[in-house]
Each structure stands twice: as structure tokens, then as C-alpha cells.
């Protein structure tokens, strides 16, 4: 019984830390469609977007108003692991990568080896389910509006889970 209430314990600390539940996991399991292309809408309704639409390794990505380029447009790769994705820009063919600690996100060209380009989408993030999360796959954090502003051009980094709304985004199929 008091090992039941111990494991019980460890599961709600682990769902407090990360803010994923197997419960959010299922729900969005099948959701990705690696076939299509995305744009990824941050709660400001801007685009994920490749500076100026530079196709070179290190272009910063950021937030932008939607014009329908295709630096605004992504697609999902699958990886090695279940449920974990490379996200790549449908302009240059790079993918969007953490440089790690506070530094913006950027675009690199794809690697097998590179765990700092693989995401872990969660949907179902409160209060709207409609809304994903981009947690990395190394666990260093989530994909992050910094500071929550709706400045155009702003530089997306990976920061420190919050389940804030500058954590939440939005796929529209293209």
C-alpha cells in the first residue's frame, strides 16, 4: 500500500515538473501528419517565421505576420524516437534548432545526430486543447515567445516549461 502511494506520488511530481500527463500524450498521438505542411501560429497570431527568408545555417527564426511564404511554412520529420520530430523549413530545407541555454532559435541544416533539432509536440495544452506545446527533446525546455510580446520580429527561444501562453502555439495545415 505504501509503496502504491509512493509510485502514485512520483507520478504527479513528474506531471507537475514537466507538465506532460499520459493523458495529454495519448491525445495527440497520430495528430502530426508528415506529409503536410504547417504554419505554426504563436497566441499572437504570428508565424513561425526565417528571417527574411535567408536559407543559410544560423538565419534567426522569429515571429512574423503571415504573408504566405514559404519561410512561414514547415513540415514534421519523423526521427528515430516515437513521437519526436525535426521541424523543417519548407524554404531552405533546414531545420529549426536549439542552440541551448538562452540563445534565439535558429535554423540549421538537418542531422541524424543533432537531438538539439528534435521536438516533442504535446496538444490539449490548457485552456485550449486546440493549442500544442513544443517541449524539447533533450528536456532543456519548450519553444517560447520571450517575454510574452507581440513585437513583430521578435527571436523564439527555448526557455524553462511555464505553461504559459507564449508556450502555446497553433498548427494550421497548409
Known amino acids: ?9 512520483a507520478a504527479t511530481a513528474a506531471v507537475a515538473v514537466t507538465g506532460v500527463s499520459t493523458a495529454t500524450a ?12 504547417y504554419r505554426i501560429e504563436t497566441f499572437g497570431s504570428l508565424a513561425l517565421d526565417v528571417q527574411g527568408g535567408a536559407q543559410y545555417d544560423g538565419a534567426p527564426v ?3 505576420p503571415y504573408n504566405g511564404g514559404a519561410n512561414q511554412k514547415w513540415r514534421f520529420l519523423p526521427t ?8 523543417q523549413n519548407v524554404n531552405s530545407g533546414k531545420c529549426l ?5 538562452r540563445y534565439g532559435l535558429v535554423q540549421f541544416t538537418c542531422s541524424l545526430r543533432t537531438v538539439n533539432q528534435e521536438w516533442v509536440p504535446v496538444f490539449g495544452s490548457y485552456p485550449d486543447p486546440t493549442q500544442v506545446r513544443f517541449h524539447t ?5 519548450s519553444l517560447d515567445v520571450p517575454g510574452g510580446t507581440g513585437s513583430w520580429g521578435v527571436q523564439l527561444l527555448v526557455w524553462p516549461y511555464s505553461g504559459a501562453l507564449n508556450q502555446q502555439f497553433h498548427l494550421t495545415p497548409m
Open 62 to 64: 522569429i515571429q512574423w
Open 97 to 101: 534548432t536549439s542552440l541551448g541555454g
Open 137 to 141: 527533446a533533450n528536456g532543456t525546455g
Open 26 to 37: 495519448s491525445a495527440w498521438s497520430g495528430s502530426i501528419d508528415t506529409g503536410t505542411q
Open 1 to 9: 500500500m505504501r509503496l502504491r502511494k509512493l509510485a502514485a506520488l
Open 80 to 87: 528515430a524516437t516515437p513521437l519526436q520530430y525535426k521541424i
